[in-house]
C-alpha cells in the first residue's frame, strides 16, 4: 500500500521508514509534489494531526497519515503541550525550547512525587478516502535538570523514559523506536492497517 507520511522532518521520516514493513511504501510530501508547509492552527495535538492529514488529501489526492507531537509537563500545567516546537519562540529552535523548559522547572525537585514528571504524546491521523482514523502513542518519564546524549531531536536529551536509565537521545534509533511515542501510535496505526 502506498501511503504519504505527511512530513518534511527528514529525522521523523526515518524513524517511522524503519518500522514500516517491506509491503507498504513511505512517501513523502517533497515526492508526492508538496512544497509548502503544512499548516499547524489547531489548538490540541489532535487537531494539528487532522488538519496536516486532510490537508495532504484534500490538496493531492494522496491516502496519507500526518501527526503531531507534544511534550506535556505537569508542573507546567501540561506546558509546552501543542506548542512544544515553538515553545521558546517562532523560530522553532531546540536548544532554546530545551533552555526554556529548564529554567520554567529550575525550581522542581526531583523524584518527591515526580514533580518533573512529564509525557510525550503523539497522534497520528489516518486519511484513507473519506474515512479517517486516529492513532494515540504516550510514553512517561521525567525532565532531567541537563542534557544528556547526542542523538535524537527536540527535547529527547532532556527527557528521560520511565524504567530506562538512558535519555532518548542516549538511545540509538531502533531502541528509541520501540518505546516512544511516536512508535507506540505506529503500532496501532499498522495494526489497523493490516486489518483491513
Known amino acids: ?16 521508514s524503519l518500522l514500516l514493513p517491506a509491503s507498504f511504501v513511505l512517501v513523502s510530501l517533497d515526492q508526492i509534489g508538496c512544497h509548502e508547509e503544512l499548516a499547524e492552527t489547531q489548538d490540541t495535538i489532535e487537531g494539528n494531526s487532522r488538519q496536516k492529514a486532510e490537508y495532504v488529501w484534500e490538496q493531492y489526492g494522496v491516502q496519507c497519515f500526518a501527526d503531531d507531537t507534544g511534550l506535556e509537563v505537569a508542573a507546567l500545567n501540561n506546558e509546552p503541550g501543542v506548542y ?13 525550547n530545551i533552555d526554556l523548559l529548564l529554567k520554567n522547572l529550575a525550581d522542581k525537585p526531583d523524584r518527591l512525587t515526580l514533580p518533573r514528571g512529564a509525557q510525550f504524546k503523539t497522534v497520528i491521523t489516518l486519511v484513507l478516502g473519506d ?44 531502541e528509541k523506536g520501540r518505546i516512544s511515542h ?15
Do not use: W
Request: net charge positive; charged share 25%.
Open 131 to 174: 474515512i479517517t482514523h486516529q492513532f494515540e502513542g504516550i510514553v512517561k518519564g521525567e525532565i532531567l535538570r541537563g542534557r544528556r546524549g547526542k542523538g535524537g531531536f527536540g527535547y529527547d536529551s532532556v527527557f528521560l523514559p520511565e524504567g530506562y536509565n538512558h535519555t532518548f537521545a542516549e538511545m540509538n534509533t531502533e
Open 1 to 16: 500500500m502506498k501511503l504519504c507520511f505527511a512530513t518534511n522532518n527528514a529525522h521523523k521520516l526515518h524513524e517511522i
Open 84 to 96: 512544544s516546537a515553538r515553545y521558546a519562540g517562532s523560530q522553532r529552535n531546540s536548544e532554546d
Open 182 to 196: 511516536r512508535g507506540r501510535a505506529f503500532e496501532k496505526l499498522l495494526a489497523f492497517l493490516k486489518s483491513q
